[in-house]
């Protein structure tokens, strides 16, 4: 999910988080070889700012962790309020949710919160971007210098976050990467999953196996930053269901997906479930994003999306759409002839309903969700 993407040659930035440059370091300085102390729960709990007292109670790291916590705890509060619970009352009177259900969240970064709001009892979340995952931070060990600096990029992340509710991909790709204090986006979802009430039972690296038909355990070593590519984390709700959250590093451009079949083969059956994708830089209504966009058209159940996603007179055709908010034209920063059909179906439709909660990018017009079910 991203804001003022940019394609370079077939690599193509597809996600987004947003974080402020505190300068860089090697991320190894948080990410040491060797047992951590703090067990993957306590770390997950600390990054949401929900419990932070292993980390305080160790002299070097107590005041950062302290402070980080209390700034944590105000700003989730802040989106809890402004965007999460009027989010969450839509979807429990709009969406319909299953039990133990698939949800796919392509261009997603490590937005969990959405999609977890959308359907909060699914069983399994899928979520692509193009930044990596990378390993668990170690937080009680390594330089508490670093381990401070980490808290003072993280915390500018949560802060946007919180007050936008999508990320920024060109601050992420910046600022989440080999060199930088935080090393990919498994510490956010980590976070983002403590602050959502789950406990964080493992997080482990994964990839799509040979065939493409399902995601396997990576081999590689587990020290290695490159093994950490893509991840799974295994959460626990309050009553004891487990549910299963999938973060994977892939360019979906069809110029990366022409050229391998497993991961074609892959994005393809997953598309076989709901789809959920906003502040997705209208890459789906681009002629270089059309396998990605016909797998859903041809398999989804069901699309839950904001104006980036698919073009509505693609979408018109395979479902029947359901408008909400308001919508006259995309942001600025895109060609004006974006989503005219959409544009056209706002100002004519006579059953568009209101929408309580603002989403993805700003407009003139304010916010617009679309929500299509498959015909039968």
Not at 30 to 38: C, H, I, N, R
Not at 102 to 119: E, K, N, R, S, W
Request: aromatic share 10%.
């Amino acid at each position: 999910m991203g804001w003022m993407n940019r394609v370079t040659g077939a690599f193509v930035v597809v996600a987004a988080l947003t974080w402020t440059a505190m300068g860089t370091a090697s991320a190894k300085g948080l990410t040491p070889s060797g047992a951590t102390q703090l067990s993957v729960a306590q770390t997950a709990k600390i990054l949401a700012g929900t419990d932070v007292t292993p980390l305080a109670e160790l002299d070097d790291r107590k005041r950062f962790a302290t402070e980080y916590a209390s700034m944590a705890t105000e700003k989730w509060s802040r989106y809890q309020q402004k965007i999460a619970t009027p989010l969450r009352d839509w979807a429990a009177k709009q969406l319909p949710s299953a039990a133990g259900e698939t949800v796919y969240y392509p261009f997603a970064g490590p937005d969990l919160p959405t999609v977890h709001l959308l359907y909060p009892d699914a069983k399994r979340y899928v979520l692509i971007a193009l930044q990596k995952g990378g390993r668990v931070p170690r937080l009680a060990t390594g330089k508490p210098a670093v381990a401070r600096l980490f808290f003072r990029v993280f915390s500018r992340g949560w802060k946007s976050f919180a007050h936008r509710g999508f990320f920024h991909t060109d601050h992420m790709n910046r600022d989440m990467n080999e060199d930088s204090f935080v090393e990919g986006v498994t510490p956010v979802l980590m976070g983002f999953a403590a602050g959502l009430g789950y406990e964080v039972l493992t997080v482990s690296p994964i990839r799509v196996n040979a065939d493409g038909s399902d995601l396997e355990p990576h081999p590689g070593d587990k020290t290695k930053r490159e093994t950490w590519d893509s991840v799974r984390l295994l959460l626990k709700r309050a009553d004891g269901t487990q549910v299963t959250v999938d973060y994977l590093h892939m360019d979906l451009s069809d110029g990366f997906l022409k050229k391998d079949e497993a991961h074609r083969s892959w994005v393809e059956m997953i598309s076989k479930n709901k789809v959920v994708t906003k502040a997705a830089s209208h890459l789906m209504q681009k002629p270089f994003f059309s396998i990605v966009k016909q797998a859903i058209l041809e398999h989804a159940t069901s699309i839950w999306q904001d104006e980036t996603g698919i073009d509505y007179s693609e979408l018109d055709k395979h479902f029947d759409t359901q408008l909400f908010g308001e919508f006259t034209r995309a942001n600025k920063l895109w060609h004006e002839n974006v989503q005219r059909s959409l544009s056209r179906a706002y100002a004519k439709r006579k059953d568009i309903q209101p929408l309580p909660f603002r989403v993805g990018y700003n407009k003139d017009s304010g916010s617009c969700v679309q929500y299509a079910v498959r015909r039968n």
